[in-house]
């Protein structure tokens, strides 16, 4: 005897309609913020409904002074040949303006996003509206939408924190971590890079960031993101005061701690986590040193004496910076080395000053430092020492920190330095890979 599928049913969740099979268990729902004009139905069945069903049940459900429905259902608004989807049909049936995807969503906190396409609105009677990737929508979605430069190797990819910029123009993941960077309503955050892909075009990079900067608002934040993140240094210490107020720096991709604190990681150029950058979030002002808001103790029992400092022993203080850690005399006040740049592939340790070589004294602390730092960051830790200073014993080979704050690599045949640090007994580590390259700044 045949029977008859049971229709589906909804279900009220909160501010939410929830459309389900007859014999559903649950779903996960996405947490947005209220609006009392615009009612979200998520259709969660294992086939999509009929418009004529989708319209029978909130014919019923619909609270009197909804204004607008959000139609959460994949394709609901990819229009056809004929220009019709079920998203402009239950505009139709309904009276009312329905927004719906033209593609897969991904649930984010206070967020629904489009991977690949946009949200479209359908009013009755009318041609569809584009809306961007991203509802509700962020106060500058629409600011954040212009193409790039013709021709450049530079692709600018939509995601729920505002844009990824990046060289390679294969689609993003539906799993990437990009599409997981928190995004802000009141910041555009640009991802800058991509593992495994080829750097974006400096030039390019340099003018689209520029453009857009004016709408973002009074602050943009940039993420790096693999190694052709090295360019977010020199785009934070360009871009304030000429096309916005200040320029935030986070080091990494958001990552979590064994004990659930967020911590902000590098990414490699296989995509893989690296290490945690000390210097965490950085902000930058026109023609002063970055300044550091957030930061990871190199030594977690000592107390810290300012920000992002600590002694390490009388006269020598660790100091957190934007490219590592700087061993540096207590009476050294010195911005060109919180100047630089980090590395997109190493966790530079600056011992002394770029004037000269430090005294002998240093290396008991910087000993004390090394013994203190987890094996993660001991594997990625690249010394640099002022010109002239002689090798010390037990340390791998160092760069050269030239008198101009410029780091100079060890020469071509020389071991890489990250080599050594197993060597010695009061290390531990090691890496196989090729020696860093230098960021290359446009």
Do not use: K
């Amino acid at each position: 005897m045949y029977e008859r599928t049971p229709a589906p049913m909804i279900r009220q969740r909160g501010s939410l309609l929830l459309v389900v099979d007859h014999d559903s268990t649950g779903t996960d729902l996405p947490d947005l913020p209220s609006d009392p004009q615009v009612t979200t139905v998520v259709v969660a069945t294992a086939e999509p409904p009929e418009t004529l069903v989708l319209r029978a049940l909130l014919n019923s459900a619909l609270a009197p002074g909804c204004a607008t429905v959000r139609l959460v259902l994949a394709g609901a608004g990819a229009a056809d040949a004929d220009g019709w989807c079920p998203a402009r049909q239950l505009a139709d049936s309904l009276g009312l303006p329905v927004i719906a995807p033209d593609g897969p969503v991904i649930a984010l906190p206070g967020m629904l996003f489009v991977v690949g396409g946009g949200w479209w609105t359908f009013r009755p009677g009318a041609g569809p509206l584009a809306e961007g990737p991203r509802q509700p929508a962020t106060p500058w979605q629409r600011a954040v939408t212009r193409p790039v430069p013709a021709g450049a190797r530079l692709v600018a990819t939509p995601i729920p924190a505002g844009i990824w910029l990046h060289g390679g123009d294969e689609p993003a993941d539906a799993d990437d971590p990009v599409l997981a960077v928190p995004s802000d309503p009141a910041r555009v955050t640009l991802v800058i890079g991509r593992p495994g892909s080829a750097d974006p075009d400096p030039q390019a990079l340099i003018e689209y960031v520029r453009e857009l900067a004016p709408a973002a608002g009074d602050e943009l934040v940039l993420v790096p993101y693999g190694p052709g993140g090295r360019y977010v240094d020199d785009l934070a210490a360009r871009l304030p005061g000429d096309a916005v107020a200040a320029v935030r720096v986070d080091a990494g991709l958001v990552g979590a701690e064994p004990d659930g604190a967020t911590v902000r990681i590098v990414v490699d150029d296989a995509g893989l986590p690296g290490w945690r950058p000390p210097a965490q979030r950085l902000r930058y002002y026109g023609g002063d040193a970055p300044r550091l808001l957030e930061w990871r103790a190199p030594m977690p029992h000592l107390p810290a004496l300012d920000v992002g400092t600590q002694r390490l022993r009388e006269g020598w203080l660790v100091e957190v910076v934007r490219c590592g850690l700087w061993v540096r005399p207590e009476h050294v006040d010195d911005d060109t080395v919180r100047r630089m740049p980090a590395h997109p592939e190493r966790l530079l340790l600056l011992v002394g000053t770029p004037s000269g070589p430090p005294a002998a004294t240093v290396w008991p602390a910087v000993r004390w430092l090394l013994d203190a730092l987890p094996d993660n960051e001991l594997r990625y830790l690249q010394p640099v020492l002022p010109t002239g200073t002689a090798q010390p014993d037990g340390f791998p080979d160092a760069w050269t920190l030239t008198p101009d704050a410029e780091v100079m690599p060890v020469p071509p045949g020389v071991p890489d330095a990250a080599d050594g640090w197993s060597d010695d007994p009061g290390c531990s580590g090691g890496r196989d890979d090729d020696p860093a390259r230098q960021p290359a700044l446009p």
